[in-house]
């Protein structure tokens, strides 16, 4: 296990503990999980469809850039925090469609290293909405085998969001269905320079050697050690940025920016994405006929 720098988060917030996934990149649960008719009742309620949707191939990591907020809340004449009032209840329909359709992760970027320099009203407000989120949700999460895990530098976060997100990690860490990873107080350079320090840090001890250090071994340096990497990143609101979050693992990633403002993004966007990303033809770097046959030459 790496050692981690001293700004790195504890232990006990790392998503450590990688899924069965197939090796063909294709999630063995979605097909399950799209047909059993208590799953789909609240997609069918609302109306929404899902027909587009492959089930056997769907993202097994969803990472998404919440973004519009703000943007939100003027069009609508209210402050900004009713923006990120209204985007926590986004956050709720997205994690229930993601855990009713099979995704096993989806990663929330809910607080960037740089969101600290913003109005400290609005800092307290957000990890307020956290708090409030985090308490509210545990028992669905407890009831749907959900696991939370948190990435970034927790130190910097204070109580009693720290203490509430620790005691909900704890709590649901023995479930399996799915991880929601809250990106808190996080930045992908920070990350990456975390990985490094914890190399070297091995390297001195004599636990590593130069040629341990591969691309594989950094990966588990980092706080989404255990996870795959995100197959699509969703960012909202028209910008198209990657704003320092996952800068390594977004390699090979698909990525679907949408004009829509966060507090407005629900299932039915998701669907949209989940079924753009299936249309789309990933190659690794392979040519189109490797692909299609499914091996390199
Ligand atoms: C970006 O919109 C959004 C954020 C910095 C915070 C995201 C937080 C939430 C969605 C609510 C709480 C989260 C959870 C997980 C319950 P912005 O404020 O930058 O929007 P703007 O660009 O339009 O100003």
Request: aromatic share 8%.
């Amino acid at each position: 296990m790496p050692v981690r720098g001293s700004l790195r988060a504890p232990r006990f917030f790392m998503a450590r503990r990688p899924f069965a996934l197939s090796l063909s990149g294709r999630n063995r649960c979605g097909r399950q999980g799209i047909h059993d008719p208590k799953i789909i009742s609240e997609t069918q309620k609302r109306g929404i469809a899902m027909t587009e949707i492959d089930p056997g191939n769907l993202p097994r990591h969803i990472a998404i850039i919440m973004d519009g907020n703000g943007r939100w809340a003027k069009q609508h004449a209210m402050g900004r925090i009713a923006g990120h009032k209204k985007g926590a209840d986004a956050v709720r329909d997205t994690v229930r469609a993601c855990r009713e359709i099979g995704v096993r992760v989806l990663t929330l970027y809910a607080f960037s290293t740089e969101n600290w320099l913003r109005p400290a009203r609005e800092v307290k407000a957000l990890m307020g909405l956290l708090e409030e989120y985090l308490r509210s949700e545990v028992q669905e999460m407890l009831e749907n085998g959900i696991r939370l895990a948190a990435i970034g530098d927790m130190e910097a976060l204070k109580e009693p969001i720290r203490g509430v997100l620790r005691e909900t990690i704890a709590r649901t860490s023995q479930n399996r269905e799915m991880t929601l990873n809250l990106a808190l107080s996080y930045g992908g350079r920070d990350e990456i320079v975390g990985a490094v320090k914890g190399i070297v840090e091995d390297f001195r001890k004599g636990v590593l050697s130069t040629p341990d250090i591969t691309p594989d071994l950094f990966s588990r340096y980092l706080d989404t050690a255990g996870l795959p990497d995100p197959d699509l990143l969703i960012r909202t609101s028209g910008e198209y940025r990657i704003s320092n979050f996952l800068l390594w693992q977004c390699a090979y990633t698909e990525f679907y920016f949408t004009d829509v403002l966060w507090p407005d993004f629900n299932r039915g966007e998701l669907f949209r994405a989940i079924a753009e990303y299936q249309r789309r033809e990933r190659r690794f770097g392979l040519t189109s006929d490797q692909v299609r046959e499914g091996r390199p030459e």
